[in-house]
């Protein structure tokens, strides 16, 4: 598989998991969706990211994002490794681990990259969204646990910015100003966006959040 790219339509697949078949399309219905991955079971970044991401479940809950993660170990394997997350980041892993031995998810997403391990999967990360298209892709080394407080702010301008001609600057959190698409006018952004616009620039101007 020829690395996924923004706009990509991410691949479908069936595969085992912790908590049984899963197939991705179906798991991710009409929502959102993450798929990480990590580099094997009983690891210890990998340890403090499910549990960190486990914690956070409600979070991505309220913007209707499934979560499934994915190591290239077996089932069995990661119902033990789930006992020793729960237990040493005091919290229930509440969504799938998928069971990729095969690898043939780690391959259709190329998340194995050979130069850096040939067997084990980097710390991929990709969000989807409800049309299936990929909206963004994110590789962390292996020794790089990922920050889901960013996982969960990008979800916030991409969810945003699919509704609204807006584009979110630099460190943006949600509820702070946004950046007007620059394909719209000025003129035409004073109509739309009717909390005001501020033109900095002719084109930097920038809007309250229009949906806060
Ligand atoms: C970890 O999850 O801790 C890890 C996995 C593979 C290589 C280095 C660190």
Request: glycine share 6%; charged share 25%; aromatic share 8%.
């Amino acid at each position: 598989m020829a690395t996924l790219r923004l706009g990509d339509i991410a691949p479908d697949f069936t595969a085992d998991s912790s908590t049984g078949t899963i197939n991705l399309y179906d798991y991710l219905g009409d929502g959102w969706g993450i798929l990480f991955s990590h580099p094997a079971d009983f690891t210890p970044v990998c340890t403090t990211e499910l549990g960190t991401a486990s914690k956070f479940k409600g979070e991505f809950d309220k913007r209707n994002v499934k979560m499934l993660a994915l190591s290239v170990d077996g089932a069995a394997s990661h119902l033990e490794w789930i006992k020793d997350i729960n237990e040493v980041q005091e919290t229930e892993v509440n969504f799938p681990i998928i069971a990729d031995e095969d690898k043939k998810v780690s391959d259709l997403y190329d998340m194995i990259h050979p130069n850096a391990n040939s067997t084990l999967t980097v710390r991929s990360v990709f969000i989807i969204a409800p049309d299936k298209t990929v909206k963004l892709t994110l590789t962390y080394p292996a020794s790089t646990g990922r920050n889901f407080h960013e996982l969960l702010r990008v979800i916030d301008s991409l969810q945003l910015t699919a509704n609204h001609k807006v584009a979110t600057p630099a460190n943006w959190k949600n509820g702070e100003n946004v950046v007007v698409s620059p394909a719209i006018s000025t003129e035409d952004a004073k109509e739309i966006f009717t909390k005001g616009v501020e033109e900095i620039k002719p084109y930097l101007r920038m809007t309250p959040d229009p949906t806060v």
